[in-house]
């Protein structure tokens, strides 16, 4: 089984930065793509980036592209995701997930274990 618990989100001001982590339990992390989604009121949960076992291959979304840096520590089992120039429509909960496959996907049916989420708010 794996656990994983997000941290960082809240309250921000458009143009302003956050950095949410992600740690990880249970599981051999270093061995797994890890991903981050978004969830806005009233939306489906979309893609926002992942990262490969070894943090050497990324993918992002269009809307986050240049903007957003995920990455990770495998000595410390956290995943990150570094928002900078926020957008008001940014604004949604964060969930961090693990796929056991290698592939970077951006499905949400593709990964196998998430978070509880944390809020990101973004005002204009």
């Known amino acids: 089984q794996v656990q994983l618990v997000e941290s960082g989100g809240g309250l921000v001001q458009a143009g302003g930065s956050l950095r949410l982590s992600c740690a990880a339990s249970?599981?051999?992390?270093?061995?797994?793509?890890m991903g981050w989604f978004r969830q806005a009121p009233g939306k489906e949960r979309e893609f926002v980036a992942a990262?490969?076992?070894?943090?050497?291959?990324?993918y992002y979304a269009d809307s986050v592209k240049g903007r957003f840096t995920i990455s990770r520590d495998n000595a410390k089992n956290t995943v990150y995701l570094q928002m900078n120039s926020l957008k008001p429509e940014d604004t949604a909960v964060y969930y961090c997930?693990?796929?056991?496959?290698?592939?970077?996907?951006?499905?949400?049916?593709?990964?196998?274990?998430w978070g509880q989420g944390t809020q990101v708010t973004v005002s204009s």
């Open positions: 997930t693990l796929r056991t496959g290698s592939r970077l996907l951006a499905q949400v049916g593709e990964y196998d274990y």
């Open positions: 249970g599981r051999t992390f270093s061995r797994y793509t």
């Open positions: 990262i490969s076992w070894s943090g050497g291959n990324t």
